[in-house]
């Protein structure tokens, strides 16, 4: 890719430069914004997006990497602050845009070199400009440890030096003009007294790069004076003002680039694989004759909702889309069909999609996936909603089945606090986690609820499907779990989840993903043993694996969380079983700390079934008896309501219209108003002996 480099000619810009060369990229052109000049500030700006302290030297910094550089000037200032970014033509980002947009009609780049490490003000505000100029951003740098990378780029030989100092324990008199590897041991000592970030990412101190494996000459500051911004007893603001400087030849260029390899990949050890207990094993079917008649389920008369939650929340399913090519339909024209659906759906109850959350898209086929998101693209805004994608046995004429999660305050519900909805939507590439390059985001968070989308193994740094097999795929898609989890509320780590689906694309694989995650539970538990002392074990979420016929990208494995923000250990659970006509019924439920939400998981399972006939009748009507009776255990604090009812079913075992049609009939019986939207979704197998999985979410 052609790209061109953000720099402000500190270490950050350079290094993922350097990451960039790495990744195959090639640096055609640079580009910087500096203070105008009428402004009477021309050594700093006050500015939430650009460094501009050094920015006198920049020229000289062009001609060390031997490239065109592009400059303009910061005529803006901040003035749309907010978390989601929009044109507004006063803002210092517009002139960034104009910029970038010279440097692309001149140069014909196709991204965008960021150095971003943590702020998510700057990185928001560079992706709404590659998004409008359709260029991709590359922040190889987001969310790494700084620790980590700041000997990353030490001993990748970048040679820069503190050029502004801005926090306690930073001296002008002793830290101005120190090199980073002088500077190392000071910073880490200050990030454990007092939380300074170790690369600067709280503004504590700036960096200007004098050498790099890129240049092909070094800069050599002659002379340079400090000037005192601010003379503060415990953190003065200083920095460096070059006078002089020069460029010097290195002597013998070689180009050789020292870049740490690539943390995306993992490898698996056989130590890491634990032997599946026998209920995991996936069974050979037994036949069996159901007293129902075998008919084809309407999907398009399955359309409903649950009612709205005390807090807003209200759960919309079965909007599907019909569709058939051999009487030269067009998937187009259907996706845009069962949209307006859904929006007439929403409108009756007051709601748009962008109030949408969480969407589960059930698809047909994955071949129709490009056109069904063609139309999908163009129903969301910049916050699009998380969302969850697989392939599964749909009936014929169907393209695809929607269901989403919809918030909303009621303005007349002033006597509860209106829970704030952030969202995080980075479409950068990185080696953090996949970037978001479709239209959904990682994760949308509302209250003390993330709501993340689901996630396959690609690898980062390359947005492809990781090599090495389904426990490489398994363990790395878990991983990218964490990190969304992790970068959404700092504590958060994978015991929060209160609700987990993994779809698998074969019976084999329950197994693994099983052993997988309770891998990944006994690390966390590692982690909070080490960081506290007690008999308590946390509440981890109920877990659902079911096989389905393909995934995106031809993954054999996908995660998808819900978490919390709560103490696992004060979590409440409850658990009962029960026989019934040759069927065993298993409920568990978890219920928050904060009892602002919780997940009920209700499987049936096979256990001794008769040569010729069972009626459906008598279990389903225990399941659902089972099911209220877990909605009535949770705890007087807990207002929470069932929203969505998903019944993973086996596909060969059931008729759907019979299973739909008795669980909406059982449910109004025992719920009445509560009754959430029932979601049916037909599936290749499911663990053991298991024929039905329900998996329940309460808000």
Same mark, same amino acid.
């Given at each position: 890719?052609?790209?061109?480099?953000?720099?402000?000619?500190?270490? =950050? *810009?350079?290094?993922?430069?350097?990451?960039?060369?790495?990744?195959?990229?090639?640096? /055609?052109?640079?580009?910087?914004?500096?203070?105008?000049?009428?402004?009477?500030?021309?050594?700093?700006?006050?500015?939430?997006?650009?460094?501009?302290?050094?920015?006198?030297?920049?020229?000289?910094?062009?001609?060390?990497?031997?490239?065109?550089?592009?400059?303009?000037?910061? &005529?803006?200032?901040?003035?749309?602050?907010?978390?989601?970014?929009?044109?507004?033509?006063?803002?210092?980002?517009?002139?960034?845009?104009?910029?970038?947009?010279?440097?692309?009609?001149?140069?014909?780049?196709?991204?965008?070199?960021?150095?971003?490490?943590?702020?998510?003000?700057?990185?928001?505000?560079?992706?709404?400009?590659?998004?409008?100029?359709?260029?991709?951003?590359?922040?190889?740098?987001?969310?790494?440890?700084?620790?980590?990378?700041?000997?990353?780029?030490?001993?990748?030989?970048?040679?820069?030096?503190?050029?502004?100092?801005?926090?306690?324990?930073?001296?002008?008199?002793?830290?101005?003009?120190?090199?980073?590897?002088?500077?190392?041991?000071?910073?880490?000592?200050?990030?454990?007294?007092?939380?300074?970030?170790?690369?600067?990412?709280?503004?504590?101190?700036?960096?200007?790069?004098?050498?790099?494996?890129?240049?092909?000459?070094?800069?050599?500051?002659?002379?340079? &004076?400090?000037?005192?911004?601010?003379?503060?007893?415990?953190?003065?603001?200083?920095?460096?003002?070059?006078?002089?400087?020069?460029?010097?030849?290195?002597?013998?260029?070689?180009?050789?680039?020292?870049?740490?390899?690539? *943390?995306?990949?993992?490898?698996?050890?056989?130590?890491?694989? @634990?032997?599946?207990?026998?209920?995991?094993?996936?069974?050979?079917?037994?036949?069996?004759?159901?007293?129902?008649?075998?008919?084809?389920?309407? @999907?398009? &008369?399955?359309?409903?909702?649950?009612?709205? *939650?005390?807090?807003?929340?209200?759960?919309?399913?079965?909007?599907?889309?019909?569709?058939?090519?051999?009487?030269?339909?067009?998937?187009?024209?259907?996706?845009?069909?069962?949209?307006?659906?859904?929006?007439?759906?929403?409108?009756?109850?007051?709601?748009?999609?962008?109030?949408?959350?969480?969407?589960?898209?059930?698809?047909?086929?994955?071949?129709?996936?490009?056109?069904?998101?063609?139309?999908?693209?163009?129903?969301?805004?910049?916050?699009?909603?998380?969302?969850?994608?697989?392939?599964?046995?749909?009936?014929?004429?169907?393209?695809?089945?929607?269901?989403?999660?919809?918030?909303?305050?009621?303005?007349?519900?002033?006597?509860?606090?209106? =829970?704030?909805?952030?969202?995080?939507?980075?479409?950068?590439?990185?080696?953090?986690?996949?970037?978001?390059?479709?239209?959904?985001?990682? *994760?949308?968070?509302?209250?003390?609820?993330?709501?993340?989308?689901?996630?396959?193994?690609?690898?980062?740094?390359?947005?492809?499907?990781?090599?090495?097999?389904?426990?490489?795929?398994?363990? /790395?898609?878990?991983?990218?779990?964490?990190?969304?989890?992790?970068?959404?509320?700092? &504590?958060?780590?994978?015991?929060?989840?209160?609700?987990?689906?993994?779809?698998?694309?074969?019976?084999?694989?329950?197994?693994?993903?099983?052993?997988?995650?309770?891998?990944?539970?006994?690390?966390?538990?590692?982690?909070?043993?080490?960081?506290?002392?007690?008999?308590?074990?946390?509440?981890?979420?109920?877990?659902?694996?079911?096989?389905?016929?393909?995934?995106?990208?031809?993954?054999?494995?996908?995660?998808? /969380?819900?978490?919390?923000?709560?103490?696992?250990?004060?979590?409440?659970?409850?658990?009962?079983?029960?026989?019934?006509?040759?069927?065993?019924?298993?409920?568990?439920?978890?219920?928050?700390?904060?009892?602002?939400?919780?997940?009920?998981?209700?499987?049936?399972?096979?256990?001794?079934?008769?040569?010729?006939?069972?009626?459906?009748?008598?279990?389903?009507?225990?399941?659902?008896?089972?099911?209220?009776?877990?909605?009535?255990?949770?705890?007087?604090?807990?207002?929470?309501?069932?929203?969505? @009812?998903?019944?993973?079913?086996?596909?060969?075992?059931?008729?759907?219209?019979?299973?739909?049609?008795?669980?909406?009939?059982?449910?109004?019986?025992?719920?009445?108003?509560?009754?959430?939207?029932?979601?049916?979704?037909?599936?290749?197998?499911?663990?053991?002996?298991?024929?039905?999985?329900?998996?329940?979410?309460?808000?």
């Amino acid at each position: 890719m052609r790209v061109v480099a953000l720099i402000s000619g500190g270490k =950050d *810009s350079c290094y993922n430069m350097m990451q960039c060369v790495a990744a195959g990229h090639q640096i /055609v052109a640079l580009a910087n914004l500096r203070p105008a000049e009428n402004t009477g500030q021309t050594d700093e700006l006050d500015s939430y997006m650009y460094q501009t302290v050094g920015h006198h030297a920049i020229d000289l910094y062009a001609d060390a990497l031997d490239l065109p550089l592009y400059r303009g000037f910061i &005529k803006g200032t901040s003035v749309n602050t907010g978390r989601v970014y929009t044109t507004c033509q006063e803002d210092e980002v517009e002139d960034l845009y104009q910029l970038l947009k010279l440097v692309k009609d001149k140069e014909g780049v196709e991204g965008v070199s960021v150095g971003a490490i943590l702020s998510d003000y700057q990185r928001v505000r560079v992706e709404d400009i590659c998004r409008r100029l359709n260029l991709q951003p590359l922040a190889y740098l987001w969310r790494q440890n700084q620790k980590i990378l700041l000997k990353e780029m030490i001993s990748s030989n970048i040679q820069a030096i503190i050029i502004k100092v801005a926090a306690l324990g930073l001296d002008p008199e002793k830290h101005l003009g120190k090199s980073l590897d002088q500077m190392e041991p000071y910073l880490l000592e200050l990030s454990e007294k007092y939380g300074v970030h170790i690369c600067g990412e709280g503004g504590e101190y700036e960096t200007f790069t004098l050498d790099c494996p890129l240049f092909k000459k070094k800069i050599v500051v002659d002379s340079a &004076k400090v000037v005192v911004h601010s003379a503060d007893a415990f953190a003065p603001v200083a920095y460096l003002r070059f006078l002089k400087l020069h460029l010097e030849n290195k002597g013998e260029y070689s180009g050789t680039l020292m870049v740490n390899s690539c *943390s995306c990949e993992v490898s698996c050890n056989d130590d890491d694989i @634990f032997p599946s207990s026998e209920e995991d094993e996936p069974q050979k079917n037994i036949p069996v004759i159901w007293k129902s008649l075998k008919q084809t389920l309407d @999907f398009t &008369k399955m359309s409903g909702s649950s009612g709205r *939650s005390l807090s807003g929340y209200q759960w919309f399913s079965g909007i599907t889309a019909r569709f058939f090519p051999s009487k030269g339909e067009n998937a187009q024209e259907a996706a845009r069909e069962a949209f307006s659906s859904l929006q007439a759906n929403m409108t009756s109850e007051g709601l748009k999609l962008k109030d949408i959350i969480l969407v589960h898209l059930y698809m047909k086929s994955m071949k129709d996936f490009n056109a069904i998101n063609s139309v999908y693209v163009t129903e969301f805004d910049l916050c699009p909603p998380a969302r969850v994608c697989v392939e599964t046995l749909l009936p014929d004429g169907v393209l695809f089945c929607i269901d989403c999660l919809a918030h909303k305050c009621d303005v007349a519900m002033d006597n509860l606090l209106c =829970d704030e909805k952030l969202v995080m939507h980075v479409q950068s590439i990185s080696h953090w986690a996949p970037a978001s390059i479709g239209p959904y985001s990682q *994760s949308i968070k509302v209250g003390d609820v993330l709501y993340c989308a689901g996630q396959i193994a690609l690898v980062p740094c390359t947005m492809q499907l990781v090599s090495g097999g389904v426990w490489t795929e398994a363990t /790395v898609s878990l991983r990218h779990v964490e990190r969304i989890l992790q970068a959404m509320s700092q &504590k958060t780590a994978l015991h929060h989840v209160i609700a987990a689906s993994c779809y698998v694309t074969d019976s084999k694989y329950i197994p693994i993903a099983h052993s997988v995650w309770q891998k990944k539970l006994r690390e966390c538990k590692k982690v909070e043993d080490s960081e506290t002392y007690h008999d308590v074990t946390a509440v981890c979420g109920l877990l659902a694996v079911v096989v389905i016929s393909h995934l995106p990208r031809d993954a054999a494995i996908e995660w998808h /969380v819900v978490a919390v923000v709560d103490d696992p250990l004060q979590r409440k659970h409850f658990a009962m079983k029960m026989l019934s006509e040759g069927f065993q019924i298993e409920c568990e439920s978890v219920e928050s700390s904060s009892a602002s939400c919780a997940s009920i998981s209700v499987r049936l399972s096979l256990i001794s079934p008769s040569a010729s006939q069972l009626d459906l009748d008598g279990p389903l009507h225990d399941l659902v008896a089972m099911f209220r009776q877990a909605v009535e255990k949770l705890s007087e604090d807990c207002s929470a309501s069932p929203l969505s @009812f998903r019944a993973f079913f086996k596909e060969d075992i059931f008729d759907a219209e019979t299973l739909q049609t008795g669980l909406q009939e059982y449910l109004e019986k025992y719920l009445g108003k509560m009754t959430p939207a029932v979601i049916i979704v037909p599936v290749v197998d499911l663990p053991g002996k298991e024929v039905i999985h329900i998996t329940c979410w309460l808000n």
